[in-house]
């Protein structure tokens, strides 16, 4: 398998601490891969210093051939890799229509075919054209989370980060966006790095996951693995466990 | 458990209607259930009117909102005629309430000792040193190792699970009959939230409270509650016993179990919910 993207000893510090410490993955093209762990234990700082968002201090990212070290990105890397964010409230320019979200990222890239991009966008994320002018406070949370997605994939990337897309969305509209990211993954070979603190999640949309804690991976497993409950290490039986719902003991 | 005697919350034919410059918004539009020494759950997505409920229970609705219902009434004291004295009589004392985000709702200029003795002092004409006492007697009733340092810390000190162990401590230092929490753990890492729960159901059970818990986690609520309510557009679509989930006769309350993604099953896509626009009749 060709590693779509492949991430050697990351290191991040903030200050004196250690948020990556020395994460590294190959995840092949095509491949969906998930993330896993609570609060502090690196999984965002991984995606924001993959996407470009955040520096890294040590390690190598490979991305289709390509090598980036730090900050630093060209044009090129934006192109291939695209991300959702979690919260569809904070991730839309407030005061921007959608058809000014979607132009923009095409007029950085230097598309001509404008018109043509831009409602296929919007058709392909299921909302039609209809909603090209409106504001995104004129939008429902599922509605805003699709924008997001359109505006992702209107570049045509090749991989796409998800950081946590469905966290902040009702169980039922939560539903509908993972059925519309397997169906773009689907269409256009898309690879997939989805963070999540919801194993269900990950076992859905995922074939191989990664737990991490406290900055380190603690273990790499396929997806049967959790079906089997062959793991080895302990946080992510916890983890297992507390995603099965309270006992009373 | 059964309801025996008198019920310690009436609500009977409750309605929150905001008005807003296009026309009125009914947020809750007539609720109706009765609630004992037992752990009610109130599931429903957002807007379904399920916080609003417990808001109005607990007399926190904003001002220009109207409220009406047949009845109202804890214990047999009628809410709603109430005065607002008699009303913040009742709220922290016999009645009291978790928010879902100790970051927001805890004082951040107070630390975390006084706010619990401040609820004390409020309610109960008690010494400062016996308030005290109190206050750390509760801080380790939730589990709170060193009670002492936590006593003395400010609320952005403290993790997570830290902060809501610290609300739960100050809500329940009064001893209310009553206890509503909205959405307590949603806030909180999974492994946490399991923590959390574990505490608010020991201390529910040993002081014989009636619960309300509010959440969108219908799973969640069934496996820690006697009894759910199923809301939708501001009305119960379904009543259940929590044990009887499986046996859910609403689309809305089926789609709802239906629609997550859980380990081990293979659905792909995922079956949607076709909301039919007769549930919000």
């Known amino acids: ?64 051939g390509h090598s980036y070290s730090g900050r630093k990105r060209d044009k090129e890397f934006y192109r291939t890799v695209q991300m959702v964010f979690q919260d569809p409230y904070g991730s839309l320019h407030p005061r921007q229509t959608v058809d000014r979200l979607l132009l923009e990222p095409l007029l950085i890239h230097g598309f001509t075919d404008i018109e043509t991009r831009i409602n296929r966008a919007l058709d392909e994320v299921g909302l039609g054209s209809g909603f090209r002018f409106r504001y995104s406070h004129q939008l429902s949370g599922g509605q805003r989370q699709r924008i997001a997605i359109a505006r992702a994939l209107i570049l045509e990337p090749k991989i796409l980060l998800l950081d946590e897309p469905t966290s902040a969305l009702d169980a039922s509209i939560q539903a509908e966006i993972l059925n519309l990211l397997e169906q773009a993954r689907r269409d256009r070979n898309l690879t997939f790095v989805m963070v999540s603190h919801d194993l269900g999640v990950i076992s859905h949309m995922c074939e191989r996951l990664a737990v991490m804690k406290n900055g380190k991976v603690v273990e790499t497993v396929p997806r049967k693995a959790l079906e089997n409950r062959e793991f080895s290490a302990d946080y992510t039986r916890q983890l297992l466990v507390a995603s099965e719902g309270f006992r009373r003991g | 458990m059964t309801m025996s005697g008198k019920p310690l919350l009436t609500v009977e034919d409750l309605r929150v209607t905001f008005p807003t410059r296009t026309g009125d918004v009914q947020a ?48 047999d004291r009628d809410l709603l005629r109430m005065r607002a004295s008699e009303r913040r009589h009742l709220r922290g004392k016999k009645v009291a309430m978790i928010l879902q985000d100790p970051k927001y709702s805890l004082n951040p200029v107070m630390t975390i000792g006084r706010q619990i003795v401040e609820t004390l002092k409020t309610h109960e004409r008690i010494s400062t040193s016996a308030a005290k006492a109190r206050a750390l007697a509760m801080l380790e009733a939730v589990q709170i190792n060193d009670p002492e340092r936590v006593f003395s810390l400010y609320p952005h000190e403290v993790s997570g699970g830290m902060g809501q162990r610290a609300m739960i401590a100050m809500m329940l230092v009064c001893g209310p009959e009553l206890l509503i929490a909205d959405e307590p753990t949603s806030a909180l890492d999974v492994t946490v939230q399991l923590e959390v729960l574990d505490i608010l159901d020991r ?15 219908l799973r969640l609520v069934s496996s820690f509650c006697d009894r759910v309510i199923v809301m939708y557009a ?13 046996d859910a006769q609403h689309p809305y309350t089926r789609g709802l179990l239906n629609c997550l993604p859980t380990i081990g099953s293979d659905r792909h896509p995922l079956p949607v919910l076709d909301r039919k626009p007769e549930w919000a009749l």
């Open chain 1, 1 to 64: 398998m060709t590693s779509a993207l492949s991430i050697r000893d990351m290191v991040v510090i903030y200050d004196e601490f250690t948020a990556l410490d020395h994460v590294s993955f190959d995840i092949g093209a095509g491949e969906s891969f998930g993330i896993v762990g609570e609060s502090g234990s690196g999984k965002s700082t991984l995606l924001r210093a993959v996407s470009g968002l955040a520096s890294f201090d040590q390690g190598t990212l490979t991305v289709n």
């Open chain 2, 28 to 75: 809750v539009r007539g609720v109706s259930f009765a609630l004992g020494r037992e752990r009610l759950g109130i599931v429903g997505e957002s807007g379904s009117g399920k916080s609003q409920t417990g808001r109005a229970i607990m007399g926190l609705t904003p001002g220009h909102a109207k409220i009406s219902a047949r009845k109202l009434a804890f214990g």
């Open chain 2, 203 to 217: 201390l529910v059970a040993d002081r014989g409270m009636g619960l309300i818990f509010i959440s969108h986690d």
């Open chain 2, 234 to 246: 501001g009305r119960i679509v379904e009543e259940l016993p929590a044990a009887n989930l499986a």
